[in-house]
């Protein structure tokens, strides 16, 4: 930890209050640092884009992997100003960064209303136990386009 | 089950094979129905578009939600070609569709090469033993964010 890393989580908490003083959705925010500088930055934007994706965390990695045109977020740093949801983490172990570092905790979300926990209960829960009914449907199907992709000489592995 | 969701879940699964002979990621496909119609299908563009968030099922949350101008997916199903990965999940459940049908299995998806379970195990540990290090900093001034929401009269929960 160095000064350079609380400056950087300074502007992620920044940004999570901008997001709440202009109306754009819950109290987060969130920067990618690579080779020591800002390369994206994203807060919270669920109920004024109408869009259940739009966590801090989801909206910079796009926004990050975007500036570098790549899927991925080698050598990156990831400063939130709370702890990841199980979305934003899943969305976090796709990008691949080095490292993350993390503001509140997931009790202080719930603390105030943010339920992370019960999406990391369900998501722990075997399929038939969810509360989300989860039905498997034409398995095997799907399975061809599977065996399709496998034998595919040109795929982009990721 | 019912002959209306295998016709759904066919389409899933031919966005899936659409996808991929459009070089435009991995194999997976997702609609979501309102009432018996599609309001919105996706599918996996994370290489083509750069954007590792570009899974199957958040590309058609987002479209569905975008489509009924709501961040919620109420009175909704979600039909996927593949049991969605925690990032997908974490969508799904932020976005409270009623139900959930799936093809192929996560144990599928690892035979091709996409190792879902390597994330839901990460999801599970301790933050302090997780794969990407990760820390926590601040967590007093991004504190003093949450209060401010808290007492936030006009603030829309979700």
Same mark, same amino acid.
């Given at each position: 930890? !160095? ?14 209050? $901008?997001? /709440?003083?202009? &109306?754009?959705?819950? @109290?987060? &925010? ?5 080779? &020591? ?9 669920? *109920? !004024?884009?109408?869009?259940? *994706?739009?966590? #801090? ?5 796009? $926004?990050?992997? #975007?500036? %570098? $045109? =790549?899927?991925? %977020?080698?050598?990156?740093? /990831?400063? *939130? !100003?709370?702890? @990841?949801?199980?979305?934003? %983490? +899943? ?5 691949? @960064?080095? $490292? ?10 719930? +603390?105030? +209303? ?6 990391? =209960? ?11 009914? *989860? ?6 199907? +799907? %399975? ?6 496998? !034998? ?7």
């Amino acid at each position: 930890m !160095s000064e350079q890393d609380e400056k950087f989580m300074r502007r992620a908490i920044e940004l999570a209050k $901008k997001g /709440i003083d202009h &109306g754009a959705g819950g @109290p987060f &925010g969130a920067v990618v640092v690579k080779n &020591g500088e800002i390369i994206a930055e994203g807060w919270n934007e669920v *109920t !004024s884009k109408n869009d259940p *994706t739009a966590h #801090a965390e989801v909206s910079a990695i796009r $926004k990050a992997c #975007a500036a %570098l $045109k =790549d899927f991925q %977020l080698r050598g990156c740093t /990831i400063y *939130t !100003s709370c702890e @990841p949801c199980p979305m934003c %983490l +899943g969305a976090i172990y796709w990008a691949r @960064p080095e $490292k993350m570092f993390y503001a509140c905790t997931r009790e202080d979300a719930a +603390g105030i +209303g943010f339920d992370d926990q019960f999406i990391y =209960d369900e998501i722990g829960r075997d399929l038939e136990e969810r509360r989300i009914e *989860t039905i498997n449907l034409l398995r095997i199907e +799907g %399975l061809g386009v599977f065996k399709m992709w496998e !034998s595919m000489p040109q795929k982009i592995e990721y």
